[in-house]
């Protein structure tokens, strides 16, 4: 069935570090969700991508739907120690259903 | 504004008990599902429902069953509660009408079945 595969699974980075994370399918997808879950809470949608070479940015967050239309990327820019947490990509998998990725776990070193 | 409402927070079963979760939205979004999170798994989805009266199966639904009787609450029930089953489980919803608005999430329940 489709997968969405994450990378890397998690990362150590210190704050004021730029931080780079992916989601790849072998499928092809025409929307691209990212999603940020703080511990303890369920996760929240940070960006959603609509179009293939889309690039769209919230804050310090910019994200990327990939031309080949089956990855996307996330980067944070100087990161702080609020952005720790779990990130999920996130695609459709049907009307009304979404697959989510396995998670990039980050962890911010003050 | 509520949003998405999950309780009981945490829980704790005996194998082979029985119980519910109990999910609310008021923002009148027809869409709403039941997903599990395990270490290293991501989220999969249990049930999801497109109405009330309407429900279908998702990724990993034995041992789980739903009802959809009004458009605000989705509750899930463990049948008989098994070790395998201890989990974090997230209600989400969202509008209908495309593929592109993402869900809104509850704040989850963690579930240990001992």
């Known amino acids: 069935g489709q997968q969405l595969n994450q990378s890397p699974q998690s990362m150590f980075i210190q704050e004021g570090e730029d931080v780079s994370m992916n989601c790849t399918s072998s499928?092809?997808?025409?929307?691209w969700l990212w999603y940020k879950q703080d511990p303890g809470e369920g996760p929240v949608l940070l960006i959603a991508?609509?179009?293939?070479?889309e690039l769209t940015s919230n804050g310090r967050l910019t994200a990327q739907f990939g031309i080949t239309r089956k990855d996307s990327f996330l980067n944070i820019s100087a990161s702080i120690p609020s952005d720790v947490g779990i990130y999920f990509c996130?695609?459709?998998?049907?009307?009304?259903?979404?697959?989510f990725g396995t998670g990039t776990r980050l962890k911010v070193l003050a | 504004n509520a949003g998405v409402t999950q309780t009981p927070k945490f829980q704790v079963l005996k194998t082979g008990q029985s119980m519910t979760l109990q999910c609310a939205q008021d923002?009148?979004?027809?869409?709403m599902s039941w997903y599990r999170q395990d270490p290293g798994m991501g989220l999969r989805l249990i049930h999801y429902?497109?109405?009330?009266?309407?429900?279908d199966q998702g990724e990993v639904p034995n041992g789980y069953n739903v009802s959809r009787s009004t458009t605000e609450d989705f509750p899930l029930r463990l049948l008989s509660a098994a070790p395998s089953q201890t989990s974090v489980y997230f209600c989400?919803?969202?509008?209908?009408?495309?593929?592109?608005?993402?869900?809104?999430f509850g704040s989850g329940t963690r579930l240990t079945v001992v």
């Open positions: 989400a919803s969202s509008p209908l009408g495309g593929s592109g608005y993402g869900y809104t």
């Open positions: 499928s092809i997808f025409n929307t």
């Open positions: 991508l609509y179009k293939a070479g």
């Open positions: 996130a695609a459709p998998s049907g009307t009304y259903k979404y697959i």
């Open positions: 923002m009148n979004h027809e869409y």
């Open positions: 429902s497109v109405g009330a009266g309407i429900t």
